[in-house]
């Protein structure tokens, strides 16, 4: 079992709000990733980080922004939430070698902004 | 560039029916295959993989085998269960690239 871990599980928010949902695992992993992803629906990769201080936008363009100063920890910050940011966002990692060549995932993060 | 397709759903099966989800892919020289499970409200859970060419990937009765040569990697079950329900992904890994690709995924809905 993976040990990557999301906060919070489920967070409902007003429009304006700034929010930021965290992200940690404790396997060592240089690389992370956040995904977008509608209820059941594709992953869309909104940024990706392959060590500390590195981080790079993904394939689909988001207002969030992040941030990697420790290994373990790659939070996400919205600076002003919206109603078009409501989805659930998912964290994942991988390492390095063999161990690179599997994704793990977190729970997920359930937004709703209203 | 690299991608992955899959069958649309909703797959909608019968208790104990076969199941077959397809896959194909196209990337650049031997990617790494992946079949990732996401049950509601959860993220995604590793299903199995398969690494080369002619590699069965197996786990929890799902089985997949990785053919070059049609370029697929096509999930299968012999008796599905309601515990079954959930979406599939099919994904890849390059060689040469640092990220995976997802399919857009297939749902899922074994009825009693």
């Known amino acids: 079992e993976a040990d990557i871990y999301q906060t919070p599980r489920y967070l409902v928010i007003g429009t304006g709000k700034k929010i930021t949902l965290e992200c940690s695992q404790t396997m060592g992993h240089d690389k992370m990733y956040w995904y977008q992803q509608d209820p059941g629906m594709e992953l869309h990769l909104i940024h990706y980080s392959y060590g500390v201080n590195s981080t790079e936008k993904g394939d689909l363009s988001s207002e969030s922004t992040v941030s990697r100063i420790r290994t373990e920890h790659f939070p996400l910050t919205l600076e002003s939430a919206r109603p078009s940011h409501t989805s659930q966002y998912l964290c994942?990692?991988?390492?390095?070698?063999?161990?690179?060549?599997?994704?793990?995932f977190g729970e997920g993060s359930w937004l709703t902004v209203v | 560039g690299n991608s992955v397709t899959q069958m649309e759903g909703p797959v909608t099966l019968s208790e104990e029916a076969f199941l077959t989800i397809n896959c194909t892919y196209t990337?650049?020289?031997?990617?790494?295959l992946f079949w990732y499970v996401q049950y509601p409200g959860e993220g995604l859970q590793l299903l199995l993989k398969?690494?080369?060419?002619?590699d069965k990937g197996s786990n929890k009765g799902f089985e997949a085998t990785y053919r070059k040569e049609t370029t697929s990697f096509h999930l299968e079950k012999g008796s599905v269960q309601v515990s079954d329900s959930a979406v599939y992904f099919c994904?890849?890994?390059?060689?040469?690239?640092?990220?995976?690709?997802f399919g857009p995924g297939t749902r899922l809905s074994v009825l009693p």
């Open positions: 994942a990692s991988t390492g390095q070698g063999g161990s690179g060549n599997t994704i793990y």
């Open positions: 398969a690494t080369k060419a002619d």
């Open positions: 990337a650049t020289g031997y990617p790494s």
């Open positions: 994904a890849l890994k390059d060689n040469y690239g640092q990220n995976f690709v």
